[in-house]
C-alpha cells in the first residue's frame, strides 16, 4: 500500500515533510448527479422514470477531456478534489446490480487525478433521497421499495420534480430543498435511519426496511472501495479519505407535532405543507396549505392554495408488481395504504389524526427527541457501521465526518468514536445570496447565531454594510468549526460545499460580461474561509458542462466556477514592468524564474484564450456577446494560498482590492532545501515582472513548475525558526481584465478591433 500523502497531528494536516497542508479544494462535479447515456439533466423528461436503465459512465467527463480538466484545475491552485458520485452511478438497474463499467471509469479518472498530484477524497453524494425524489443520489428502485409510487408525486406533492415539472424552465428558484419537508423524502429518511423503531411492520426479504437500505448502501459502496484497493496505488496515494454522507436528514424522526411545521424549520418557499397535510394528499385527499416565499427580509407567509391530488395516491398501488426487483415483501406491509396509517397514527376512513406525536419520542427509551439526540444515536449507529466498512477495506484512510447541515454536531469527543485520523466536514452557503439570488451589498443575517439562539431577537443578527457582511461570514464559519471541536475534538475542519449562484440579478452577468456581484459575493466567502482558521474548503463546483441557459443542468442551480459560455483565465498573462518593480533579488538567487513566456497581445489573444477554452453552442450570435470580457468572477477564486507551510500557519489571507497576500507562520526549526514554505501564487494576479514580496527573513524563488502532468506557479520560501511573515503584492486589475487597470481601455479597443474576444 502506498505511503500516506496526508496524515492527521490534531486539528492540522501534514505532509511527508511534517508541513502543515492547507486545502484549496473543488467538487468534481455536480453532473455526476445524473446520468450521461442517457443524457438526462433534471430538465429533461425523456425516459425519465425508466431509472433501471442509464449508465453514469462519462461522468465528472470523460477519460480524454479529464486531461483539459484536471490541467486547469491545478493551474487554477487547486489540490483536493471532492469526488462526487452517487449510490445510483454504482447500483442502478437493481438490487446487488453493480455497474462494473462505471467502476472502472471512475478508477481511471482517479489515476489521472494522481498523475495531477490531487489528494481526492470520495463523497457518496444525495440530495433529498433521490433524481425521484427531487434530488439525487439513490437509485429508483429504493423508492419502490420503500413502497413509494414516484410517478405520482407531482400530483401529490410527494415531491417537487424538475424533470416532471410542467414548465421546466420555470423551476422556481431554489425549490428543490424544500423536498424534504415534503412527504417522499420524510418518509425514505425516517426509514433510512429508523425504520426499526418507527416502522416495524416495513419488512422486505426478511429484514427491517432500514437495514434493507443501508446494508445495500454501505454494500455498494463497498464493492466500489473494494475494486478500488483491487487495482492498487490509488487509496493513500491519491484517495486520502471517503466522507460518510452528503446532508444527511432526519426525516419525520423528532417531529414533536404533525400537525405543525417545526420552528427550526428556517427554508419555507413554495407550498409548505405540515407532516399531517403532507400525509394527506400523498393519499389522495385535497388540502388548503399555506405558500411561502423568500423576500427582502427573509421568508414570509405569502398566501395558501389548494392541492388536489383528486384521488391519486403517492404509494404504489396493490396491483404493482412486486416481483420486478426479486425482493420479498411482508404481509403485513400492505401495498395501497399509506404506511403510516398502516402504524395506527392515522384512520383513512375518517381522516383522523390519532398519533400527532408518534415521532416525538425515542420508542426503546421514551426520551424527547431532537435534532441533537437523532444525530447522537441513530445518525451516529449509521456512521459506525459506514465507517467499519471503509476501515475494513482501507485500515488507515481518513474519515470526513458530515453531521446534518447546520446543526449540532455528535458528542463524541473523548468517546470511543473520537477517532484521530477523522476530519469534521462541514458545509455553508449565505441563504440570503442562494435564495435570492443577488448579492445584497447592504445587510446580511447571521443565520448561524439565529440557530444558535445567540441573540435575543433575529433583528439583532442583521447586519449592515459590506464589512459587516464579510466578517459575519468569517465569524459564522469560525464558530461552525469551533463547534466541531467543542463536540468532537481536536480534528480538522473542511468546508466540504461552499459557493454562490453566477445567474444572479436574472443572468445580469450573462447579458453584459459584468461579474462584479459574483466577484464580490466569491471573495467574501474566500475572505471568510481565510479568516475562519478553517483547515480548507472545498468549493461547489465545477460543471465541465454549465451552460447559461441551464447553469449545471440540475434543478436550476448555477454555481459552476467554469462555463462553456464564458471563457476561463488564459494560460499567460500579460508582462507589465511599469506598474510594478519586479523583485529579482533574494538571497542565494538571482533571479525568480518562469518556465514560459508570460507575454499577450491583441495579436495572440485569441489563440491563448482558445488553448484553455471550451464554447458551447448555445453562444454562437456574435450580436448577443456581452460588452465586456468577464471571466466568470475567476481573479475572486483564483488566489494565492498556502501549499505547505512549515511549521504551522498563524494565519493568511488575499485582499482582492488591492492584489496583495499575507502569510504569518510558527516555526519550530528552520527550514530544510527540499522542504520550504509553497504558496501557489496563479498567474494572473502576480505575473513576470509585476510582482514584489516582503519576507521577515530567509530566501525565495517564484517558479512555474511541472509535476507530473500539473502545471502551476509557486513560490518557494526557506526561512528560519520562529514567527515569520511574507507579504506578497501583485498587479491591480479591473474586473474582467488581463491588463492592469491603467492600461486596459486602449487594450481592449485593440481587441475589439481585432474581432479575438472569445466568449
Known sequence: MAPLQLRIEGRIFRDSHNREVTIHGINAAADAKFPANPDQPSHILDDFFDGDNVSFVGRPFSVDDAHTHFSRLRRWGYNMIRYVFTWEAIEAAGPKKYDEEWIQHTISILRLARNYGFYVFMDPHQ??????????????????????????????????????????????????????????????????????????????????????????????????????????????????????????????????????????????????????????????????????????????????????????????????DDTKYGWKRDPDWKLGDCLWAQHGIWEPSSDTLLKKGYFAKDPRSGKTITYEYFTNNWFLDYYRKYKSMVRQVFPKTIMLFQPPVLEIPPSTKDTEDDDPNMVFAAHFYDGITLLTKKWNRIWNIDVFGVLRGKYLTPAFAIKIGETAIRNCFRDQLSAIRQEGVDYMGEHPCIFTEIGIPYDMDDKYAYKTGNYSSQIAAMDANHFAIEGSKANGYTLWTYVASNVHNWGDQWNGEDLSIFSLDDPPLPVSFPNNESTASFITESPSYSRSQLSETSSVSPSNLKQTLSSDNMVSSSNVDAGDKPDQVGFRAAEAYVRPTPIATHGDVVSYGFDLRNCTFTLSLSAQSSTKEEAPTEVFLPEYHFPQGATTVEVSGGKWKISTDEEGEAVQQRLRWWHAEGSQSITIKGVKRKQGSLLPADEEEGYLEQCQQRTCTVM
Not at 134 to 151: E, H, I
Not at 204 to 233: F, M, P, S, V, W
Not at 236 to 251: A, K, L, T, Y
Open 127 to 320: 440530495d433529498v433521497w433521490s433524481r425521484f425524489t427531487g434530488g439525487s443520489g439513490a437509485p429508483m428502485w429504493t423508492v419502490y421499495a420503500c413502497g413509494l409510487n414516484p410517478r405520482a408525486f407531482d400530483i401529490t406533492e410527494a415531491a417537487l420534480v424538475h424533470n416532471t415539472y410542467p414548465e421546466p424552465e420555470n423551476f422556481p428558484k431554489m425549490i428543490w430543498a424544500t423536498n424534504y419537508q415534503r412527504l417522499a423524502c420524510q418518509t425514505i429518511f425516517t426509514l433510512f435511519f429508523g425504520g426499526k423503531d418507527f416502522a416495524p411492520k416495513a419488512i422486505i426479504d426478511g429484514k427491517n426496511i432500514q437495514d434493507y437500505l443501508q446494508d445495500h448502501y454501505i454494500g455498494a459502496l463497498q464493492h466500489l472501495a473494494k475494486r478500488i484497493y483491487e487495482t492498487g496505488g490509488l487509496e493513500n496515494d491519491v484517495i486520502i479519505g471517503w466522507e460518510s454522507m452528503n446532508e444527511p436528514n432526519r426525516g419525520l424522526i423528532g417531529w414533536q407535532d404533525l400537525t405543525l411545521v417545526p420552528r427550526e424549520q428556517k427554508l419555507r418557499k413554495g407550498t409548505s405543507p405540515t407532516a399531517w397535510q403532507a400525509i394527506l394528499t400523498g393519499s389522495g385527499r385535497a388540502c388548503e396549505i399555506d405558500t411561502w416565499d423568500f423576500g427582502g427580509m427573509g421568508p414570509y407567509k405569502s398566501g395558501s392554495t389548494l392541492i388536489d391530488p383528486q384521488g391519486k395516491s403517492a404509494w404504489l398501488p396493490k396491483d404493482y
